[in-house]
């Protein structure tokens, strides 16, 4: 009997600173032909992400999508769940309100497929069963931008990126002097929401601070007809708080050094059986970075080294209570930390060819004790492990001509005590002059190693049964492609286009029980995906854009031909943004998701009701450093589900203000 782990879809329940110096260096907030806003491109703007060195868009092959901090202030976007929301390609899967876990599903892929960073240090934690990211403590307040680029990626960042690659890059110093903002909002749940930023710079040395924080009574989780008879609806309350600096110092003319570091607190109550009344969640991260980089003979040369630190503690928590005394009792902990080196050299070795050579090193460890109590079935955690990952990678940005552009690499990661990978990815783009026509187009390998609850697990049960890891596992590997075009009419005021990919995936991890009821994990599943990515941006007048995007995916398993769950066969989404004036912004959004497949609480397969939730934003400028805000979530109040027995929020009314100084 196979059964697979929660989340994972089986059916189932930098390069820091260098990167982001760099990317502000370049100047281009980029808007990717795969926006969810409708904001318009141009040949000079730039990503990071596809390529980890700055490259104008229309060189860059793959799928890529950029929320810019223009996108993320006008339509009041307060998570990076909510920003994603509407990207191609990407399914968010939020299990109630605010703060509740969110994984993503990209082009089908897994939610432990997609590799998640933050200035271009991977943030996943290791002690996650699956090594899924979870998305629920990811505010905006510090983030400058978020690119998505979409497809197999490990020949760029190794473990992880099968289906994709989501880069938070965060706010970064700004120019000579001091500037800064508050901002507070107070709306439905007893909800209040506020941040205060501070940004300069002095001479030589440069600064970002940032602090957030949010509290909410929430909603329940739990849908009516699964909550016990004579039991009332009981609210589940979260709460958060995030501090992030950055410190940059020019060494000399041609070194700088910087420090990053990010820390998040959160609780979140949680609904461990229906409308259980006293389970909770605490959540402590810390994302640390330090780096020195130079650019040397004129610029030609730019080598950097960083290093990294992230630190993850969770603590479950959930005692008896009058609800049903024989529910789930628990008391856990789950650590994790990872440790990172990673040198690069950027070389222009010809003006049309950029090399990217170099390594990485990190290693990474958890450990989970505890117990939980399922009415009398007790597991105990006695989990720990760790592992070490070294790489190297070569990459060229090549100009052939002045048409054809595009990058091409091979990397090789080697994993302690599991053998090596090596990756690659070539990702061409065309321009046909006579017509402006972009042609695109990308082929690569991705891979993900197995994670270390996976390999090292042991998860022993008061019966005499236990969960053991299995270090003998495979990784997970894809291939894929994708092949596309973008037209732009009317001097760039409109703007189509449309992308087929395909995305196999092999060896996937799923766990498996013996007659004794003893489980492990095995490589046992395959998936296949395929579909269509299209869109159409307009602007009829400087003050007004539009978009509309259409998904079309098939996410099978490659053996049963069975549809996978929490994958919609339809996504459509329509964005619009209208500056009425100078200081007043009216922003509205529609996403649209059908034919889902999801498991439901009883175990057996269900079909989740279609939905649609629509968005809209408004702020007005009263002086030129006072802005009056206000916003409204699910504003048709619809009743639905994202996941079977996780009810969303209904209509929420939020209302605010921003001062600049």
């Given at each position: 009997?196979t059964?697979?782990?929660?989340?994972?879809?089986?059916?189932?329940?930098?390069?820091t600173?260098?990167?982001l110096?760099?990317?502000v260096a370049a100047g281009?907030?980029?808007?990717?032909a795969?926006?969810?806003?409708a904001?318009?491109?141009s040949?000079d703007?730039v990503?990071?992400?596809?390529?980890r060195?700055?490259?104008?868009?229309?060189a860059i092959?793959?799928?890529v999508?950029?929320?810019d901090?223009?996108q993320?202030?006008?339509?009041?976007?307060?998570?990076?769940t909510?920003?994603?929301?509407s990207?191609?390609?990407?399914?968010?899967?939020?299990?109630g309100?605010?703060?509740?876990?969110?994984?993503?599903?990209?082009?089908?892929?897994?939610s432990?497929q997609?590799?998640?960073l933050l200035n271009?240090?991977r943030?996943?934690?290791?002690s996650?069963?699956t090594?899924?990211?979870?998305?629920?403590?990811?505010?905006t307040?510090?983030?400058?931008?978020?690119?998505?680029?979409?497809g197999?990626?490990s020949?760029?960042?190794?473990?992880?990126?099968?289906g994709?690659v989501?880069?938070?890059?965060?706010?970064k110093?700004?120019?000579?002097?001091?500037?800064g903002?508050?901002?507070?909002?107070?709306g439905?749940?007893?909800?209040?929401?506020?941040s205060?930023?501070?940004n300069g710079?002095q001479?030589?040395?440069?600064?970002?601070v940032?602090?957030?924080?949010v509290?909410t009574?929430g909603?329940?989780?739990t849908?009516?007809?699964y909550?016990?008879?004579?039991v009332s609806?009981e609210?589940d309350?979260?709460?958060?708080?995030?501090g992030?600096a950055?410190?940059?110092?020019d060494v000399t003319d041609?070194?700088?050094?910087?420090?990053?570091?990010q820390?998040?607190?959160?609780?979140?109550?949680?609904?461990?059986?229906?409308?259980?009344?006293?389970?909770?969640?605490d959540?402590?991260e810390?994302y640390?970075?330090?780096?020195i980089?130079?650019?040397?003979?004129?610029?030609?040369?730019?080598?950097s080294l960083?290093?990294?630190y992230?630190?993850f503690t969770?603590?479950?928590?959930?005692?008896?209570?009058?609800?049903?005394?024989?529910?789930?009792v628990?008391d856990?902990?789950?650590?994790g930390?990872?440790?990172g080196?990673?040198?690069?050299?950027?070389?222009?070795?010809?003006?049309d060819?950029?090399l990217?050579?170099?390594g990485?090193?990190f290693?990474?460890?958890f450990d989970?004790?505890g117990?939980t109590?399922?009415g009398?079935f007790?597991?105990n955690?006695?989990?720990?492990?760790?592992?070490?990952v070294g790489?190297v990678?070569?990459?060229?940005?090549?100009?052939l001509?002045?048409?054809l552009?595009?990058?091409v690499?091979?990397?090789h990661d080697?994993?302690?005590d599991?053998?090596g990978?090596?990756?690659?990815?070539v990702a061409p783009?065309?321009?046909?002059?006579?017509?402006?026509t972009?042609?695109?187009g990308s082929v690569g390998?991705g891979?993900?190693t197995?994670?270390l609850?996976?390999?090292?697990?042991?998860?022993p049960?008061?019966?005499?049964?236990?969960?053991?890891?299995?270090?003998?596992?495979?990784?997970e590997?894809?291939?894929?492609w994708?092949a596309?075009?973008?037209?732009?009419?009317?001097e760039?005021?409109v703007?189509?286009g449309?992308?087929?990919?395909?995305?196999d995936?092999?060896d996937?991890?799923t766990?498996?029980?013996?007659a004794?009821?003893?489980?492990?994990?095995?490589?046992?599943?395959?998936?296949e995906?395929r579909g269509v990515e299209?869109?159409?941006?307009?602007?009829?007048?400087?003050t007004?854009?539009?978009?509309?995007?259409?998904?079309y995916?098939?996410?099978?398993?490659?053996?049963?031909?069975q549809?996978?769950?929490?994958?919609p066969?339809?996504?459509?989404?329509?964005?619009a943004?209208w500056?009425i004036?100078p200081?007043?912004?009216l922003?509205?959004g529609?996403?649209i998701?059908?034919d889902?497949?999801?498991?439901?609480?009883?175990?057996?397969?269900?079909?989740?009701?279609?939905?649609?939730?629509?968005?809209?934003?408004?702020?007005y400028?009263?002086?030129d450093?006072?802005d009056?805000?206000a916003?409204v979530?699910?504003?048709?109040?619809?009743?639905y589900?994202v996941?079977?027995?996780?009810?969303?929020?209904?209509?929420?009314?939020f209302?605010?203000?921003?001062?600049?100084?």
């Open positions: 009997m059964v697979t782990t929660s989340g994972d879809g089986f059916d189932r329940r930098g390069q600173a260098r990167i110096r760099a990317t281009g907030l980029a808007a990717a795969a926006l969810p806003a904001a318009q491109t040949v703007e990503v990071v992400t596809a390529t060195v700055p490259t104008r868009i229309e092959g793959s799928s999508s950029v929320i901090r223009q993320i202030e006008e339509r009041q976007y307060k998570t990076v909510e920003a994603l929301g990207v191609p390609g990407l399914r968010m899967v939020q299990q309100p605010r703060g509740a876990n969110t994984s993503i599903f990209m082009r089908g892929s897994n432990n997609t590799l998640v271009g240090q943030i996943s934690n290791p996650t069963p090594g899924a990211f979870n998305f629920a403590d990811l505010t307040d510090n983030v400058e931008r978020i690119e998505v680029v979409r197999p990626q020949s760029l960042f190794g473990s992880d990126a099968i994709g989501i880069n938070i890059i965060t706010r110093p700004g120019a000579e002097g001091v500037r903002s508050v901002r507070a909002e107070a439905s749940l007893e909800t209040f929401d506020g205060a930023h501070l710079r001479g030589r040395v440069g600064f970002d940032s602090l957030s924080g509290t009574e909603d329940t989780v849908p009516d007809r909550r016990p008879a004579g609806e609210d309350g979260y709460r958060s708080i995030v992030s950055q410190v940059d110092v041609q070194v700088t050094f910087s420090m990053f570091g820390a998040t607190d959160s609780r979140i109550e949680l609904d461990t059986a229906p409308e259980d009344p006293n389970s909770e969640e959540v402590r810390v640390t970075s330090a780096e980089a130079g650019e040397f003979f004129q610029g030609r040369y730019r080598p960083t290093f990294s992230s630190d969770r603590d479950n928590s959930n005692k008896l209570d009058a609800v049903d005394p024989s529910l789930t628990q856990t902990r789950n650590e930390d990872r440790v080196v990673t040198f690069e050299n950027e070389i222009d070795v010809h003006p060819h950029t990217i050579v170099g990485e090193f290693d990474e460890s989970s004790s117990s109590n399922f009398g007790v597991v955690q006695q989990s720990d492990g760790s592992a070490a790489a990678f070569v990459q060229d940005v090549f100009q001509t002045e048409r552009s595009g990058t690499g091979i990397r080697e994993t302690e599991f053998g990978e090596t990756t690659w990815h783009t065309y321009r046909v002059e006579a017509t402006r972009r042609l695109k390998t891979f993900k197995p994670s609850l996976e390999r090292f697990g042991f998860n049960t008061n019966f005499g049964t236990a969960f053991r890891g299995n270090p003998d596992l495979d990784a590997k894809s291939f894929g994708e596309g075009f973008e037209q732009p009419l009317f760039n005021r703007r189509f449309a992308t087929y990919f395909q995305l995936i092999d996937g991890v766990t498996v029980f013996d004794a009821f003893n489980s492990t994990t095995v490589n046992n599943v395959d998936i995906t299209s869109f159409i941006a307009v602007s009829p007048i400087d007004v854009d539009l978009r509309a995007d259409y998904t995916l098939l996410a099978e398993d490659a053996d049963t031909g549809t996978l769950v929490r994958r066969k339809h996504k459509i989404s329509f964005d943004a500056r004036t200081r007043a912004t922003t509205g529609v996403v998701l059908s889902i497949k999801d498991i439901g609480l009883n175990g057996g397969r269900v079909d989740l009701p279609d939905y649609g939730v629509v968005r809209v934003a408004g702020s400028g009263i002086t450093s006072i009056l805000t916003r979530e699910n504003a048709l109040d619809r009743d589900e996941a079977d027995g996780f009810k969303a929020p209904g209509l929420e009314a209302a605010g203000t921003r001062i600049r100084f």
